[in-house]
């Protein structure tokens, strides 16, 4: 698995994992693998970076 994070802003990240393994999904099996990908969001209160949003893509 191979796992990549892009800044996209100051307060916007994108965190992704590429799965080169063999994964099934149903009936099939997918020989490429797959990604799963996610984003969040930052904000900063007083002194405290506080993650706010935090959204998931299976």
């Known amino acids: 698995m191979i796992q990549q994070n892009f800044k996209i802003s100051d307060k916007l990240w994108q ?3 590429i799965d080169d393994r063999d994964v099934p999904f ?5 020989t490429k ?3 799963y990908n996610s984003y969040f969001y930052t904000t900063i209160r ?6 706010t949003h935090y959204i998931c893509d299976k």
């Open 26 to 30: 149903h009936r099939l099996v997918l």
């Open 46 to 51: 007083g002194n405290t970076k506080k993650i």
């Open 15 to 17: 965190l992704g994992i």
């Open 33 to 35: 693998g797959t990604t």
